[in-house]
């Protein structure tokens, strides 16, 4: 399912999807970032170790656990780690043989943030319906 409008693209993820990667940058308009989220269903992964030119990536597991490959070490992964991973890291991920593995990937340009959400928001009058006067 998707929804957009001027300010806002929505895409809901289907919870029966088995193996899969679906990127949504061009669902969501993106423009600033690529984001996909990866099913893996239990013992298997990535199927090739591999780095980029210019983009860090950073990874939100959501359900399960495995292994995370980077620059020849194995370490475990699960639901609720977040982390991020220079552009030259190596990299691999695989889903635990008794767990089925989701996780979204942000890839930006490394060093492309100009500035925090704390410099670039601003705090508007209006109000949404459940906000007190």
């Given at each position: ?32 970032a690529e984001v996909s989220r990866t ?30 490959y980077i620059d ?62």
């Open positions: 399912m998707s929804a957009q409008n001027l300010n806002l693209a929505m895409w809901q993820a289907d919870p029966a999807t088995v193996e899969s990667k679906v990127f949504l940058r061009q669902t969501l308009g993106l423009t600033a099913v893996h269903l239990p013992g298997k992964g990535s199927g090739f170790v591999h780095a980029h030119r210019r983009n860090e990536e950073l990874y939100i597991v959501t359900h399960g656990h495995g292994w995370l020849g070490a194995e370490i475990p992964v699960g639901e609720g780690n977040v982390f991020r991973i220079s552009a030259e890291g190596r990299r691999a991920i695989r889903a635990a043989d008794d767990s089925t593995l989701i996780y979204y990937c942000v890839q930006a340009d490394a060093g492309s943030l100009v500035q925090s959400t704390r410099d670039d928001g601003y705090k508007l009058a209006e109000k949404a319906s459940w906000m007190k006067e």
